[in-house]
């Protein structure tokens, strides 16, 4: 199937004076077909890079990532991304906003617009097909950016810290969306946040990524992703195993965060 | 209509005038109610404060309007139509004494024989300190200072009352007189007697004010004017008797020929010395020459005695006091209703100097607009903006290429041994393309402000047309930026007018040049805002795009085009405004059509009520650029600055 591996990744970036920096170094991982990840780490470890690489949008400087049988080499159909700011196109309505991937494929036929409605109707904004989508709230804009990249049916999804501008009630409801859609689609989805609440959450497994160089620091796998497809994710985060989890992970990015600072 | 409005015109300003002063004090006095309403405390907060309200937009309107039928005389004209005409012959009279009043401390500080003794002193000073430097002898300086010390004697001569010829008195006394009983004339109700038939005639068929422009019809045409024009011709005649008056009593001129003849003794006696250096030879030829001066204008016999003039400034004030007081209500209405500037009479006309000149009065300037609206009549042979019947064959040849005939198999017929030429194909087509065939008319815009137009829309049009893919490619790619920005940036920062004389030179001074300035304008300013917008794109929406398959060509036109669009549109608007500006100048500068050349011709023959109609027309044109522009914006990028 489309599994995502990655083989020795690295990436080297040159800044000034002739120094480098080791943005990620010889990462290897295997996210199986339908897996939801979470990415966590603190700033400067690389999530984005590997995010941007994955997606393609850079090219590694070593090593190689594979979706199914095929090495990524650019950006493609089959990746779908979701930005922490919608990156909608304000001058096109929510429909044509959602509708944009198949287009570019070429042409707009009347099936086209029931599989819109039917997008429209998942993220829980039917209705809203022809507003402009400057007008809306920002979870309102997300929802949008999910169905847009949900529509284009990728194997795999792509979200740089997707509820990362949102407050915190709609970024519950959010999570759940997340859930959902992954439960509901059975897409590879891979998230990189900031919020360790969120990293457990949405992850099926998790990677704590750490800085210089930019490595996979641990790795857990997690029940709580499943638990919230039926269960109401604020009662999961107050279970004792989710805080206890919490805990380790704060005091290791803490740390983390101190052999930095002590570093500079 | 319009003949009758120019007829009826004085009523009418004068009905608006009132009118305007009422609306003022309406929307004041309404403004002011709405504005008790309002919570004190909420004045600063109160969110409507930035909404203005339609009653000061009155206010300010009318307020303008008032202020232009104020300062040009328009409600003076509407209200007392006859008053330029009576000014013109009170100004008549006043400049009738001029000669005299020159003479007199009146209207300057000093006594005209105060200033010339005071002025011919100085040179003399200044002549014996010269002395100096001339490398005179002893002797011959003493003899130079001499000179100069009976100069100043001579001087004194002619102001000492002692030696006034007893003819010269009386002739003072003469003037005085005349003045006097002049001024008794003036407050002479029955003066100068019933006005003659000739005067009457002429006063019937005299010309309304502003019927000629700025020239004030000249003959007097009421009571008031027959007495001042009949005063104005006999001080003519008493100042022609005045100016003829010398100083020329016996002593002074003895006194002037003692000098004289000094003077030259001595000039010879200089030149004779050799041996002297070029410098000094000038210098000395210098020294003879102000002293020479200075006796001519001494023997002028300007300067008298300094009471001599006493009797006839006394008489002089007296006529002016009574030309006053017999001007009656007339020098409260110029006071009051034609301010920043007065009615001038010159030799053989009267005209408007002021505000009253070169701000036309807005019911003429509302005719003249009429009159060159009209396009049978126009200007410079154009009209404003009109139509014209045109072959449509014209605009067949206009859009399309004449190249195409010669992709037309063949050559082209020749004429045969009897002269005929038989068509072919190919010349069929070469007919069709270059409009040579018989068409219907169509009408087409024409006129002055129909070519400006078309000039800006077509400038416009190329630079955007060119300018905004040039801009966005320079805001993606490295290349283009590096290889087109120096150029552009070495072009743009010259003023377009720096441009215009090598454009008009190479394009021609039509169509072509002045199309091809604005296009250089309008191309600079697109190329810059487009590049600006691709700049500014938002680096997730290209990937987001990227990543839902978007390829490079869809992702220019479908995410970075729209993109752009608010800073395009802009700089469409910043680019209308400088190429108006830099079209206008061209127009001025050459060419035979459009706004600009309206003016200029205007501008040359001072022409106030045209220039500002041109000036309306620009203001007016440019107003509705912006709306339009305005309108354009709030339609298709509604989401500017909310992305």
Redo the contacts between chains.
């Keep these: 199937m489309s599994d995502l591996v990655a083989k020795d990744l690295s990436m080297v970036f040159d800044v000034g004076s002739g120094g480098q920096v080791h943005a990620l170094k010889n990462i290897n991982f295997t996210l199986k077909n339908g897996e939801l990840l979470s990415v966590l780490g603190p700033s400067g470890c690389g999530k984005t890079t590997l995010l941007n690489i994955i ?3 850079n090219r590694p400087t070593g090593g190689a990532v594979y979706l199914g049988d095929e090495e990524i080499e650019g ?3 089959n ?3 979701v ?3 919608g ?1 909608l ?3 096109l309505t929510v429909s044509e906003n959602i509708s ?2 198949l287009r ?2 070429g042409g707009t036929s009347k099936g086209s617009q029931k599989r819109v409605d039917e997008w429209l109707d998942i993220v829980g904004l039917s209705g809203f097909g022809n507003v ?3 007008q809306l709230s920002g979870g309102m804009q997300q929802r949008i ?1 999910l169905a ?2 949900l529509i ?1 049916d990728p194997d795999l999804i792509l979200m740089d810290e997707p509820l990362g501008a949102l407050d915190a009630l709609t970024r519950e409801k959010m999570q759940a969306l997340v859930l959902k859609i992954w439960k509901e689609t059975g897409t590879t989805i891979m998230i990189i946040t900031h919020s360790v609440e969120e990293a457990l959450l949405l992850g099926e497994r998790l990677f704590v990524m750490a800085p210089r160089p930019g490595r996979i620091h641990k790795e857990y796998n997690l029940p709580f992703a499943e638990m919230g497809v039926t269960q109401d994710t604020r009662d999961i985060k107050n279970t004792p195993e989710f805080i206890q989890t919490r805990e380790e992970i704060l005091t290791m990015i803490w740390d983390m965060e101190e052999e930095i600072m002590g570093q500079t | 209509m319009l003949d009758f409005l120019f007829t009826y015109r004085g009523p009418i300003v004068g009905t608006l005038f009132l009118a305007l002063i009422a609306t003022i004090v309406w929307a004041v006095l309404y403004g002011r109610k709405l504005m008790r309403t309002e919570k004190s405390d909420a004045v600063f907060g109160n969110p409507e404060r930035a909404l203005g309200g339609w009653h000061w937009v009155i206010t300010g309107v009318s307020f303008i309007l008032l202020l232009w039928f104020y300062f040009s005389w328009d409600a003076a004209r509407a209200f007392r139509p006859v008053a330029a005409n009576e000014f013109c012959q009170v100004d008549k009279l006043s400049s009738a004494g001029n000669p005299i009043r020159s003479v007199l401390p009146l209207e300057k500080s000093f006594l005209k024989g105060t200033s010339l003794l005071v002025r011919e002193n100085r040179q003399l000073s200044d002549l014996a300190d010269d002395l100096e430097r001339l490398g005179f002898s002893d002797t011959e300086k003493a003899e130079a200072k001499e000179i100069v010390s009976l100069m100043r004697l001579a001087i004194v001569g002619a102001t000492s009352p002692q030696y006034l010829d007893a003819s010269t008195q009386t002739r003072f006394v003469d003037i005085e007189s005349r003045i006097t009983a002049l001024t008794a004339k003036l407050a002479n109700e029955g003066y100068p007697g019933a006005p003659t038939a000739a005067q009457e005639e002429a006063a019937a068929n005299i010309a309304r004010w502003g019927d000629s422009g700025n020239e004030i019809p000249y003959a007097p045409a009421t009571p008031l004017g027959y007495k001042f024009a009949a005063a104005a011709v006999e001080m003519k005649a008493i100042s022609k008797d005045f100016i003829k008056i010398k100083n020329t009593n016996e002593h002074f001129l003895g006194q002037v020929d003692e000098l004289k003849s000094q003077i030259a003794a001595f000039d010879t006696k200089a030149k004779a010395a050799t041996g002297l250096d070029e410098l000094l030879v000038e210098n000395r030829a210098d020294f003879f020459k102000g002293l020479t001066h200075v006796l001519r204008r001494v023997d002028d016999g300007n300067i008298f005695p300094p009471d001599a003039l006493n009797g006839i400034q006394t008489a002089l004030v007296a006529l002016d006091g009574e030309q006053k007081s017999q001007q009656g209500g007339l020098k409260y209405f110029g006071a009051l209703m034609m301010p920043g500037g007065e009615i001038r009479a010159g030799s053989n006309s009267c005209s408007e100097q002021g505000s009253g000149r070169w701000l036309p009065k807005p019911s003429d300037t509302l005719r003249t607009f009429v009159r060159i609206s009209n396009p049978e009549i126009g200007y410079k042979g154009n009209p404003l903006l009109w139509y014209k019947m045109k072959p449509f064959g014209e605009m067949v040849d206009l859009v399309v290429p004449d190249f195409i005939s010669s992709f037309v198999p063949g050559d082209f017929p020749r004429h045969d041994e009897n002269g005929v030429v038989t068509p072919n194909l190919k010349s069929k087509v070469h007919d069709f393309v270059t409009g040579n065939f018989v068409s219907f008319k169509v009408p087409m815009p024409a006129g002055h402000v129909w070519d400006s137009l078309i000039r800006v829309v077509a400038g416009l049009f190329f630079g955007i047309l060119l300018g905004v893919p040039l801009g966005l490619f320079m805001g993606l790619s490295r290349f283009s930026k590096g290889f087109f920005d120096p150029i552009i940036e070495l072009y743009r920062p010259v003023p377009p007018l720096a441009w215009a004389p090598l454009i008009l030179t190479i394009f021609g001074i039509q169509d072509d040049g002045k199309i091809f300035l604005l296009f250089m304008v309008a191309f600079a300013i697109m190329v810059v805002s487009a590049r600006t917008g691709a700049t500014g794109t ?1 680096l ?2 290209i ?9 490079k060509g ?1 992702i220019l036109r ?2 970075i085009l ?2 752009s ?1 608010p800073e395009i549109l802009t700089g469409i608007r910043i680019a209308i405004g400088v190429c108006w500006g830099t079209l206008v100048a061209a127009e001025m500068l050459a060419g035979t059509t459009g706004i600009g050349f309206v003016e200029n011709v205007a501008r040359k023959q001072s022409d106030y009520e045209i220039i500002w109609t041109t000036i309306i027309i620009l203001g007016l044109l440019g107003l509705l650029f912006d709306l339009m522009m305005r309108w354009v914006i709030d339609k298709t ?3 500017r600055g ?2």
């Design positions: 997606a393609g949008f950006p493609g159909v990746r779908g991304m930005f922490q700011q990156a196109f304000e001058w944009f991937g570019m494929k402009p989508t400057y950016a847009r990249c284009n | 938002n997730s929406k990937h987001a795009a990227h990543s839902l398959g978007a390829s869809q479908k995410v729209p993109n669009l990028i509604p989401w909310k992305g």
